[in-house]
């Protein structure tokens, strides 16, 4: 079973307007971390907002903002007003705590395309 | 803040060579994971060294690949006979609590790996 679900290989939206990718998880572990990765065509994986499974309130950073509801599982990242160096590919991923090890999995990506 | 750092940042070899992809993981982090991503696909955990000693590894992390670090600093992944499908870019990152920044993990640059 996927662990890490995003549905939308690739999103379009307008210069200035607001986005939101999806992202659904699985996990049985009660302590666990989700992550954003931005990739620009360059390859790097560019963090960029983390939360975590206790978390009260949802992450945010700057322009980027994390949707997190834990019943349904999901951790949508918002990116408000969008900007043409926001096009590129963009990868959820979460952190298992038990067993001490704490590698990722990732989700297969989404990728936005920004138009002015 | 600290980095990883990932060299060489390209490398090209010929099919049956060895390559040794070097890393330097944040000094005070004590996880430390090599992820390979094939062009176009999600990014896959290889895996996972600590205290001197394999914690996970993959499926993909067959008898081809070894990890070492020879010392204090470095985190080498060593490919011994490389195929045409091992091309792929090559992350290694190191984490620490979660409280730390970038939720405790962070990744390097990547090497680009391409098998001719």
């Known amino acids: 079973a996927q662990k890490i679900t995003q549905t939308q290989p690739g999103m379009f939206v307008q210069e200035k307007e607001a986005v939101t990718l999806d992202c659904t998880y699985d996990?049985?572990?009660?302590?666990?971390?989700l992550f954003w990765y931005k990739q620009p065509s360059s390859g790097e994986m560019i963090f960029l907002i983390y939360q975590g499974s206790y978390d009260q309130q949802n992450a945010t950073e700057g322009r980027y903002s994390l949707n997190f509801q834990k019943a349904r599982k999901s951790a949508n990242l918002v990116i408000s007003a969008s900007q043409l160096g926001d096009s590129a590919m963009y990868f959820c991923?979460?952190?298992?705590?038990?067993?001490?090890?704490?590698?990722?999995?990732f989700g297969a990506g989404t990728r936005l395309a920004v138009h002015p | 803040e600290p980095e990883v750092t990932q060299t060489p940042s390209h490398q090209v070899t010929q099919m049956g060579q060895e390559v040794i992809l070097r890393c330097v993981p944040i000094s005070n982090h004590l996880y430390f994971y090599w992820y390979r991503q094939i062009l176009g696909q999600k990014v896959e955990f290889l895996v996972s060294?600590?205290?001197?000693?394999?914690?996970?590894k993959s499926e993909i992390f067959d008898d081809q690949f070894s990890v070492e670090r020879p010392d204090g600093s470095n985190f080498t992944l060593k490919i011994r006979s490389t195929k045409l499908e091992d091309s792929a870019m090559y992350f290694c990152?190191?984490?620490?609590?979660?409280?730390?920044?970038?939720?405790?993990?962070?990744f390097g640059s990547g090497t680009r790996l391409t098998v001719v």
């Open positions: 991923a979460m952190r298992e705590v038990s067993g001490g090890y704490n590698k990722l999995i």
């Open positions: 990152a190191s984490s620490g609590p979660q409280e730390h920044p970038r939720g405790g993990y962070t």
């Open positions: 060294f600590y205290n001197n000693e394999i914690s996970e």
């Open positions: 996990t049985s572990d009660p302590s666990y971390g």
